[in-house]
């Protein structure tokens, strides 16, 4: 009795299945990463996946790119703090000279960039109404799990677009790759201080499909294929 070719077919995959899926992942590599290109005036810190990944050890100036190799795993929820070093009781700079201003863009390896489909919340900001006669800042509480995957942002609105020129970015930000990105902050670029962005990447924009390593600290990944003898100390 012969068997369908279609059910030859459906038992190799099973088989195959059982044998490789069955199988611990392995470690990640280099090349599974991807580069994060960050610049934010003046500071900022990046969640991605509920994880914290890169901070700008620079919280005023000169101003700095931040590069990170990061690992990426979709969806992939995004989420930023981004600081305009401003006075926290005056909202001001300098002394209390000056009305300051913010800016934040990103992109990633994977083709991801900052722009208007990002969401943006202000939680500090002034002086309130420009007084820098009697400056004061309001403050709303941060919520603890801001940055988690599972964070409710629908009713927060939708980030503002800021040219280059109206941001004045500084040096080290021409020589990294930002192309295709948008400079974004609330609506207010001046009086807004403390800002936080949201976004959610459903696969990778530039189509490359990526293992997905999340959750590989609770597992045992596959040992590297060695050649030739083992050494007495290999294990």
Known sequence: MSIPTRTLGIALVLTLCSTVCGQPPRKPRKEDTIKANVYADNSFKLYINGELVAVDSIAFVPHNVVSVDVLPAYPMTIAVMAIDNADPKTGMEYANTNIGDGGFILKLGDGTVTNANWKAKRFSWGPVGGDTENPRVVNIPIPKDWYAVDFDDSKWPNAMEFTEEEIGPKSPFFEHDFKG???????????????????????????????????????????????????????
Do not use: E
Request: hydrophobic share 30%; glycine share 8%; no cysteine.
């Open 181 to 235: 990105a948008k400079f974004i902050w609330s609506d207010d670029v001046k009086l807004d201080n403390v800002v936080l962005f949201r976004t959610v990447v459903k696969s990778p924009p530039d189509g490359k499909d990526r293992p997905d390593f999340r959750g590989l600290t609770d597992v045992v990944p596959q040992r590297p294929q060695r050649g030739g003898r083992r050494r007495p100390n290999d294990r």
